[in-house]
């Protein structure tokens, strides 16, 4: 009993200890990314009002100086960055406070405004780390996109936020795998249930697996959904197919079918319509004139050698 209280102090001190530490972590990344934007407004600034390359020739001054007392983060390239920075986020507010600068070094190599914002909606949606970013960059998410309106998409500001499948589906969905060469149906769902079990971006955010090959009956037959899915973000069941031959109409059919049968069986009033996804290895766009329905997809996969970082 004496130890047990003991052990509760000790927990409790230990708690206190964390708790003021994290508060700590996010009052210094404040005041980090702020310092770093006002450095950034006042060589910005400097070039704006005299002549051109002015705020270069600025930067190659101090930086030599700050160098000298405060080390490398604060020489030319760090300059230039905190510049870049400004130029890209003239209003502080739009800073989010709960991004590192580590991960603001990697957004503002993108010049795309849209872009940058989609990937920084992913960190705060997803809650990336820097090298989870720079995977994402480097695998052209963004590009692979189908946005419905990509070229407005606007910074998350609070939890008050609506997502469609048209914002997380890419085209194509990479799959990485030790053997490109040696597949089947069977192998692509192993595929997405063990990358979804490490934070599956490639399909969007919210996704769960309910079942894999997941039956279902519709009068006296017995159907396997191959991915059955629900997206807490679009609170609705997503029903996933996936071929590895050609595909045909018979296909969209199929999965209209399974959709209409959830909607009847699954789905609660609370819930978003179904949605159906075909993943095919090579879209057919022939066959995209047969989806009548819009809350069926079709997005092909691709596959890609699996790299030991």
């Not at 780390?129 to 189908?146: G, V």
């Not at 939890?159 to 089947?184: A, G, R, V, W």
């Not at 769960?208 to 017995?222: F, P, Q, S, V, W």
Request: with cysteine; proline share 1%; hydrophobic share 35%.
């Amino acid at each position: 009993m004496i130890e047990s209280e003991k052990f509760k102090i000790v927990y409790n001190i230990i708690e206190s200890i964390e708790v003021n530490n994290r508060v700590q972590e996010i009052r210094n990344n404040k005041e980090k990314l702020e310092g770093y934007w006002q450095i950034g407004k006042i060589i910005y600034k400097a070039d704006n009002k005299n002549k051109k390359d002015y705020g270069k020739g600025l930067m190659k001054i101090w930086s030599t100086k700050l160098t000298k007392d405060f080390g490398k983060g604060y020489d030319f390239t760090n300059l230039s960055r905190f510049k870049k920075f400004y130029s890209y986020f003239p209003i502080f507010d739009a800073v989010r406070q709960d991004l590192t600068w580590t991960h603001y070094r990697h957004i503002l190599t993108i010049k795309n405004k849209n872009e940058r914002n989609y990937y920084i909606n992913q960190i705060i949606l997803n809650n990336l780390s820097s090298r989870e970013l720079i995977n994402l960059i480097k695998s052209k998410a963004y590009e692979r996109l189908s946005y419905a309106d990509k070229e407005n998409i606007q910074l998350i500001e609070s939890d008050n936020y609506n997502l469609s499948i048209e914002d997380m589906i890419k085209d194509p969905i990479i799959l990485k795998t030790n053997n490109i060469f040696d597949f089947s149906e069977s192998v692509i769902h192993k595929l997405i249930i063990k990358m979804l079990e490490d934070k599956f971006l490639e399909l969007g955010t919210g996704f769960a697996l309910i079942g894999h090959e997941y039956k279902i009956n519709i009068g006296d037959r017995t159907y396997k959904i191959d991915l059955l899915f629900f997206n807490y973000e679009l609170n609705c069941f997503i029903a996933m197919e996936v071929k590895t031959s050609e595909n045909k109409s018979k296909d969209i059919g199929q999965l209209e079918l399974y959709v209409n049968h959830i909607n009847k069986s699954l789905k609660k009033n609370t819930h978003n319509k179904t949605i159906g996804v075909l993943l095919v290895k090579k879209e057919n766009k022939i066959l995209v004139e047969y989806i009548t329905n819009p809350n069926i997809y079709l997005t092909s996969y691709k596959l890609e050698k699996e790299t030991k970082i």
